[in-house]
T-cell receptor, first 114, second 113 residues
């Protein structure tokens, strides 16, 4: 079975500050990992994904995440927060093979203060 | 390319009724998945279809069903609606070349009164 834990249901940062959203996963096989963002009344938009290869993954809007197998983590970071980053962020895992589903964390609501 | 489209966007039903939601995937995508999003349970996988066949199913009662057509469009049906079925229902499509990215539609917000 696979699972995702997002530490912190709500994170608040100042504009221009570092954004760090934490994600830990559990998977019995090498995972595929994703970060999605959801703005109010919208669907999910892919920020970035890790499948294989380079463990530091760069995504859209200046976000990046690092896959750390030893820590079973896939934390999302952005050096400088912008007001437009305020949204809910979801980490998800897929175990590949015939398991055609994403298992999501509970989400982290990011607030950016001026 | 047009994105994933879902209709209707909003729906109000009463307990005991049934509802059908529709999803049109991105052109060329043959895999369609459905998820339920609620404040309490978060995002939960309902089922996934590929080439008109259900390949994977989440832990939901039999009142939740789906199907996929030959053009990859998909519908999900919920019979005998309960108050707890109020949720945002999201559809996602992918190419199914290995574990490719799932692209999500805007969702259908269902309110059961």
């Amino acid at each position: 079975a696979q699972s995702v834990t997002q530490l912190g249901s709500h994170v608040s940062v100042s504009e221009g500050a570092l954004v760090l959203l934490r994600c830990n996963y559990s998977s019995s096989v090498p995972p595929y990992l994703f970060w999605y963002v959801q703005y109010p009344n919208q669907g999910l938009q892919l920020l970035l994904k890790y499948t294989t290869g380079a463990t530091l993954v760069k995504g859209i809007n200046g976000f990046e995440a690092e896959f750390k197998k030893s820590e079973t983590s896939f934390h999302l970071t952005k050096p400088s927060a912008h007001m437009s980053d305020a949204a809910e962020y979801f980490c998800a895992v897929s175990s590949g093979g015939s398991n055609y589903k994403l298992t999501f964390g509970k989400g982290t609501l990011l607030t950016v203060n001026p | 390319k047009a994105g994933v489209t879902q209709t209707p966007r909003y729906l109000i039903k009463t307990r005991g009724q049934q509802v059908t939601l529709s999803c049109s995937p991105i052109s060329g995508h043959r895999s369609v998945s459905w998820y339920q999003q609620t404040p309490g349970q978060g995002l939960q996988f309902l089922f996934e279809y590929f080439s008109e066949t259900q390949r994977n199913k989440g832990n939901f009662p039999g009142r939740f069903s789906g199907r996929q057509f030959s053009n990859s469009r998909s519908e999900m049906n919920v019979s005998t609606l309960e108050l707890g079925d109020s949720a945002l229902y999201l559809c996602a499509s992918s190419t199914d070349r290995g574990q490719e990215t799932q692209y999500f539609g805007p969702g259908t917000r269902l309110l059961v009164l």
